[in-house]
T-cell receptor, first 114, second 114 residues
Framework: AQSVAQPEDQVNVAEGNPLTVKCTYS??????LFWYVQYPNRGLQFLLK??????LVKGSYGFEAEFNKSQTSFHLKKPSALVSDSALYFC????????????FGKGTTLSVSS | EAGVVQSPRYKIIEKKQPVAFWCNPI?????LYWYLQNLGQGPELLIR????????DSQLPKDRFSAERLKGVDSTLKIQPAELGDSAVYLC????????????FGPGTRLTVL
């Protein structure tokens, strides 16, 4: 079965430190990969996506993600965390097949302390 | 540019009552999605529209759920009758087309069934 795993329910980092939110996937073929962020009582906001090309993708608010095909991973990173980055982060995969929907992970809560 | 609009934002109903949610996608977006997000989980697709055609409704519980997008613009999702287990957030998203296009999400409707 196709799936997305976010192995950490919560990630805690201090402000100014680098952060990583992990995501691995099990999807056949060459999928499209996405990261979304969700603030309390808000919808999901798009951060970045990987379709093809350079394995390092840059997105909104200073976030970036690295695609690793051999490890089937798409980890979200930021060099220096801000308290305002505290939110719920979702990794999503769209299998490279016509008409398929996004498959989301369970989400990872990022908490950045001052 | 206005984002995806959903109403109501919150709804509390008694079980066995009907309920309806409304979504207006981003102007010009042909593809519209309804997702269900349970507490502590990632969104799961209920139905996807290409213009006015429901092209993927395999995850929609058709015994109690229905949806329509009559003119290929806004959409309504209905539950009748609601059950306790339907308490969740119902998210609407849109994209210019399906495929690799990014999906943009509305703020969601939080449904509580008592």
């Amino acid at each position: 079965a196709q799936s997305v795993a976010q192995p950490e329910d919560q990630v805690n980092v201090a402000e100014g430190n680098p952060l990583t939110v992990k995501c691995t996937y099990s999807v056949s073929g060459n999928p499209y990969l996405f990261w979304y962020v969700q603030y309390p009582n808000r919808g999901l906001q798009f951060l970045l996506k990987y379709i093809t090309g350079d394995n390092l993708v840059k997105g909104s608010y200073g976030f970036e993600a690295e695609f690793n095909k051999s490890q089937t991973s798409f980890h979200l990173k930021k060099p220096s965390a801000l308290v305002s980055d505290s939110a719920l982060y979702f990794c999503a995969v769209r299998p490279n097949q016509a008409g398929t929907a996004l498959i989301f992970g369970k989400g990872t809560t990022l908490s950045v302390s001052s | 540019e206005a984002g995806v609009v959903q109403s109501p934002r919150y709804k509390i109903i008694e079980k066995k009552q009907p309920v309806a949610f409304w979504c207006n996608p981003i102007s010009g977006h042909n593809t519209l999605y309804w997702y269900l997000q349970n507490l502590g989980q990632g969104p799961e697709l209920l139905i996807r529209y290409e213009n006015e055609e429901a092209v993927d409704d395999s995850q929609l519980p058709k015994d109690r759920f229905s949806a329509e997008r009559l003119k290929g613009v806004d959409s309504t999702l209905k539950i009748q009758p609601a059950e306790l287990g339907d308490s969740a957030v119902y998210l609407c998203a849109s994209s210019p087309r399906s495929g690799m296009d990014t999906q943009y999400f509305g703020p969601g409707t939080r449904l509580t069934v008592l």
